[in-house]
């Protein structure tokens, strides 16, 4: 369902390159719930926005649900998006609404 492979992200900058995302290999079946967790500024976001393509691999391959995230035409990935829930950390939480119902919402 979603499979990582070698995949490494790199954020180039003149203060210095960071190594974000380095060789991961993943598989999540699906219906497996899969939880990331680590210090902050480990690489979880980076590693989630990879899965949806809001940032691009340096390196690997990143398939959900059989499309290559890195690799399909905007349009495709339009259409894959459709499929992938993202819920952002700070933005756009209702706070009137329990974690639950943000999340079924
Ligand atoms: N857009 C970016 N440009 C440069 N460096 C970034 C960018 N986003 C994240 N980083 C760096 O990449 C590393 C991982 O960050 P991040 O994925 O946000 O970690 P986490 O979500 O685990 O806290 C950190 O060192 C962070 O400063
Ligand atoms: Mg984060």
Redesign the pocket.
Known sequence: MIHLQNVSKT?L?KSGN?D??KDVNLDIDKGEIFGII????????????LLNGL?LPTEGIVEVAGNRINEVSNAKLRKARQEISMIFQHFNLLWSRTVRQNIMF
């Open positions: 954020y900058s960071v974000a995302v680590g210090y902050s500024g480990a690489g979880k976001s980076s590693l989630i926005r940032e």
